[in-house]
């Protein structure tokens, strides 16, 4: 069994104008001149600028007539989105010798999380400047890297030392970092929410932070506690790769804190049925049950047990949790619990090597 809350190490690389870099790449008299993907034609919309013609003021979206006019030598040049793809194999393929949990975002973007990883490296600055390296000397391409605790805070960063640069907030920069961002800049909060925001006052992080859970939940609905938790620099999305299932959860918040093990037991009777019914539903059955326990402070404690045998079965899966959850004392009362089962039968699970030598921790 084990316990843990361990600090992951998410990378998020985002490739510098992915399109317009390609089309240099494969047209070198393109190389150096301001150059837009897309259309010039009266309906036509720029998907991309290099950075000759960013200068001017050529952005992404803007119709191809104002950016023509911004820049009257811009050259069009139309989409290659097979070429795109196959390039973006590539990259991918650079990832995945770091590690298998890569979640691409779109052809040029995704985040990586390498807290435990094959090259047994312990320093997620030192995997993104090596990634890009690695981009550059293979496919001379450049890229960009945010790193840090979680998806929100590297997204954030990856834009900071853009182009061909990379920022890492390291965990106890991580609030300050958050603190002093506009809300605007925050993903997850859209141009209205953003708005809203500011016609309450709320400027920056630290604004978002003083403000009280229920007045969030109050004026902006469940995404009151998604904000709340984004102001502290919390972010728990893990990051999904390709989207083949590895493992099955559910789990719920309660109405108020619990506080008594008993309640939470009768809590994890409902869940465990849900989970029971999906691993059915889905035919297929795990071996490592997880219990996820989220104290009223936010923090989040997961406790594991792995069974010798696969499982599905409602019995063995609450006396699993219940055991899990006798098993240590509480740290608080508790806002939400979830059951995960992994392992399951269906897959196969990425191997990480070197685990041992990545225990100290590093940025
Ligand atoms: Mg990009």
Same mark, same amino acid.
């Given at each position: 069994?084990?316990?843990?809350?361990? =600090?992951?190490?998410?990378?998020?690389?985002?490739?510098?104008?992915?399109? %317009?870099? +390609?089309?240099?790449?494969?047209?070198?008299?393109?190389? $150096?001149? @301001?150059?837009?993907?897309?259309?010039?034609?009266?309906?036509?919309?720029?998907?991309? %600028?290099?950075?000759?013609?960013?200068?001017?003021?050529?952005?992404?979206?803007?119709?191809?007539?104002?950016?023509?006019?911004?820049? @009257?030598?811009?050259?069009?040049?139309?989409?290659?989105?097979?070429?795109?793809?196959? +390039?973006?194999?590539?990259?991918?393929?650079?990832?995945?010798?770091?590690?298998?949990?890569?979640?691409?975002?779109?052809?040029?973007?995704?985040?990586? !999380?390498?807290?435990?990883?094959?090259?047994?490296?312990?320093?997620?600055?030192?995997?993104?400047?090596?990634?890009?390296?690695? =981009?550059? $000397?293979?496919?001379?391409?450049?890229?960009?890297?945010?790193?840090?605790?979680?998806?929100?805070?590297?997204?954030? %960063?990856?834009?900071?030392?853009?182009?061909?640069?990379?920022?890492?907030?390291?965990?106890?920069?991580?609030?300050?970092?958050?603190?002093?961002? !506009?809300?605007?800049?925050?993903?997850?909060?859209?141009?209205?929410?953003?708005?809203?925001?500011?016609?309450?006052?709320?400027?920056?992080?630290?604004?978002?932070?003083?403000?009280?859970?229920?007045?969030?939940? !109050?004026?902006?609905?469940?995404?009151?506690?998604?904000?709340?938790?984004?102001?502290?620099?919390?972010?728990?999305? @893990?990051?999904?790769?390709?989207?083949?299932?590895?493992?099955?959860?559910?789990?719920?918040?309660?109405?108020?804190?619990?506080?008594?093990?008993?309640?939470?037991?009768?809590?994890?009777?409902?869940?465990?049925?849900?989970?029971?019914?999906?691993?059915?539903?889905?035919?297929?059955?795990?071996?490592?049950?997880?219990?996820?326990?989220?104290?009223?402070?936010?923090?989040?404690?997961?406790?594991?047990?792995?069974?010798?045998?696969?499982?599905?079965?409602?019995?063995?899966?609450?006396?699993?949790?219940?055991?899990?959850?006798?098993?240590?004392?509480?740290?608080?009362?508790?806002?939400?619990?979830?059951?995960?089962?992994?392992?399951?039968?269906?897959?196969?699970? @990425?191997?990480?090597?070197?685990?041992?030598?990545?225990?100290?921790?590093?940025?």
């Amino acid at each position: 069994m084990t316990s843990q809350s361990q =600090i992951r190490k998410i990378i998020h690389i985002d490739m510098d104008a992915f399109y %317009a870099s +390609v089309e240099q790449l494969d047209h070198p008299e393109l190389k $150096n001149q @301001p150059l837009a993907v897309g259309g010039s034609e009266k309906r036509g919309v720029v998907a991309a %600028a290099s950075y000759e013609a960013r200068k001017f003021g050529v952005r992404s979206a803007m119709s191809g007539m104002q950016a023509k006019k911004l820049c @009257p030598d811009l050259i069009f040049v139309k989409p290659r989105f097979d070429r795109y793809k196959e +390039v973006s194999k590539k990259i991918r393929a650079i990832f995945n010798q770091y590690t298998d949990l890569v979640e691409p975002l779109s052809l040029d973007e995704a985040y990586l !999380d390498v807290t435990l990883n094959k090259k047994g490296n312990p320093s997620a600055t030192l995997i993104a400047q090596e990634i890009r390296a690695q =981009i550059f $000397n293979e496919l001379n391409l450049k890229a960009s890297a945010g790193i840090s605790i979680n998806k929100f805070v590297a997204k954030i %960063a990856s834009d900071f030392n853009k182009p061909n640069g990379q920022k890492t907030v390291a965990p106890e920069e991580v609030e300050s970092f958050v603190a002093s961002l !506009d809300v605007r800049k925050f993903h997850g909060i859209g141009k209205v929410t953003a708005e809203k925001m500011y016609q309450m006052g709320i400027f920056t992080g630290v604004d978002l932070k003083n403000q009280s859970l229920a007045t969030l939940e !109050d004026h902006f609905g469940k995404s009151g506690v998604r904000f709340y938790e984004l102001s502290r620099g919390i972010d728990h999305n @893990p990051v999904i790769p390709d989207r083949i299932r590895k493992s099955l959860a559910a789990e719920h918040t309660f109405e108020n804190n619990l506080a008594s093990e008993i309640y939470m037991l009768e809590q994890l009777k409902g869940i465990t049925t849900e989970v029971s019914k999906r691993l059915k539903n889905q035919n297929t059955a795990g071996k490592t049950i997880t219990l996820k326990i989220k104290y009223s402070d936010f923090n989040i404690q997961t406790r594991s047990k792995t069974l010798d045998d696969y499982t599905l079965n409602y019995d063995v899966i609450y006396q699993t949790v219940k055991t899990l959850l006798l098993s240590n004392e509480l740290n608080n009362s508790v806002r939400l619990l979830g059951i995960s089962i992994s392992n399951l039968n269906n897959t196969t699970t @990425p191997k990480n090597d070197n685990v041992s030598s990545q225990l100290s921790f590093k940025f």
